[in-house]
């Protein structure tokens, strides 16, 4: 099985063809240029380099959130336009699960954040186990303070904190828990091998979809929506 997975969730873009759970190849820029200029001509290069007709893919997966609003616009939408033609089916990857499924360590506790700003951190915790990823908690959005009061429960094992809201996580709460680790920057952020890992597991646990089916996960709404709701709240 190849499946041709992307990653816009963020900053960074990357685009990954995992085959029969071996990685033939893997693009990734963080240059700040809008995922709508890089993600295409990554895709494209990446085929050609590999030797990969776009025919070749069996399964197209995305991180599909949580994550930059736009960004998962952006992945959502390219993974429906390039699946659609030959109706391939789809993997919508939590961007969480994305980064524990593409962390080397072997055991240890994941502690995926995301910076959802003003405090605040898109979460959920998965444990390794012998290479394998267990799900603990499913993904939601939460103060950092609350992050660090539900880490208590894990004091007796190591917790490995990845993604762009880590390092906040740490500097706030990092020294109330000796047992939190904050992930070196190489391997802390989320990367398409991950999304192709998490899509690989979906797969064989039949929890793909359809083109029409994929949708972007937001787990809160816009700011804008938010403002506007809190506007109408204020004003009856």
């Known amino acids: 099985m190849k499946i041709l997975a992307i990653d816009t969730s963020a900053s960074p873009v990357s685009a990954a063809i995992l085959h029969d759970g071996v990685l033939d190849g893997e693009f990734f820029l963080n240059t700040k240029t809008t995922h709508s200029q890089t993600l295409m001509p990554i895709i494209e ?3 050609k380099t590999t030797e990969t007709a776009l025919s070749d893919i069996d399964v197209f997966a995305v991180n ?6 736009t960004g ?3 992945g959502t ?3 429906k336009g390039l699946s659609l033609p ?3 089916p789809c993997a919508a990857v939590s961007t969480l699960a994305a980064m524990a499924y593409g962390m080397p ?3 240890g506790i994941i502690c995926a954040v995301m910076d959802a700003r003003c405090m605040q951190v898109y979460h959920a915790l998965f444990r ?7 799900r603990l908690t499913e993904d939601k959005a939460l103060s950092v303070e609350e992050l660090s009061s539900e880490l208590c429960a894990y004091s007796e094992e190591t917790v490995y904190l990845a993604g762009d809201g880590a390092e906040l996580c740490y500097r706030t709460f990092g020294s109330q828990h000796p047992n939190v680790v904050l992930t070196p920057q190489n391997i802390r952020f989320q990367r398409s091998y ?3 890992k998490a899509a690989e597991k979906m797969a064989a646990e039949n929890r793909l979809c359809c083109s029409d089916e994929l949708m972007p996960i937001y787990l809160r709404l816009p700011q804008a929506e938010r403002e506007l709701k809190a506007r109408l709240n204020q004003n009856p």
Do not use: C, H, W
């Open 45 to 47: 290069a990446l085929l």
């Open 64 to 69: 599909a959130g949580p994550g930059s609003f």
């Open 72 to 74: 998962v616009r952006i």
């Open 77 to 79: 939408a390219t993974v």
């Open 86 to 88: 030959d109706n391939k």
């Open 105 to 107: 360590y072997q055991s």
């Open 128 to 134: 390794l186990k012998d290479g394998s990823v267990e």
């Open 194 to 196: 991950g999304t192709a």
